[in-house]
């Protein structure tokens, strides 16, 4: 059975940091390009993609609002991925979702339960 398991959210002040670390069991990460989502307050319909890490951690994408404050790594040896986050502001709180896809069928795809973060004053 896979199972992604995200952990490290919290509440936060603005410009502060946090750790988010999503561990999978079940599956060999590897495999799998690893991606973090957020769903906000109100918008759970809407998953915005934050950070993308591909199979061997060569290659990170982020979105805009994050360029330069979050950065996205992966231990493999661990099955493990994680998410730093700096510079923390109002708009980031939100549900952070750690998503494995499997790099050669991307149909194939696991999702954690989410993690909490709100940044607030």
């Known amino acids: 059975q896979v199972q992604l398991v995200e952990s490290g959210g919290d509440l936060v002040q603005p410009g502060g940091s946090l750790r988010l670390s999503c561990e999978a069991s079940g599956l060999t990460m590897s495999n799998y390009e690893m991606r973090w989502f957020r769903r906000t307050p109100g918008k759970e319909r809407e998953s915005v993609l934050v950070a993308t890490i591909s199979p061997t951690g060569d290659t990170t994408t982020y979105a805009d609002s994050v360029k330069g404050r979050f950065t996205i790594s992966r231990d493999n040896a661990k099955n493990s991925g994680y998410l730093e986050m700096n510079s923390l502001k109002l708009e980031d709180t939100g549900v952070y979702y750690c998503?494995?896809?499997?790099?050669?069928?991307?149909?194939?795809?696991?999702w954690g339960q989410g993690t909490q973060v709100t940044v607030a004053t």
């Open positions: 998503n494995a896809r499997l790099q050669f069928n991307v149909d194939i795809q696991f």
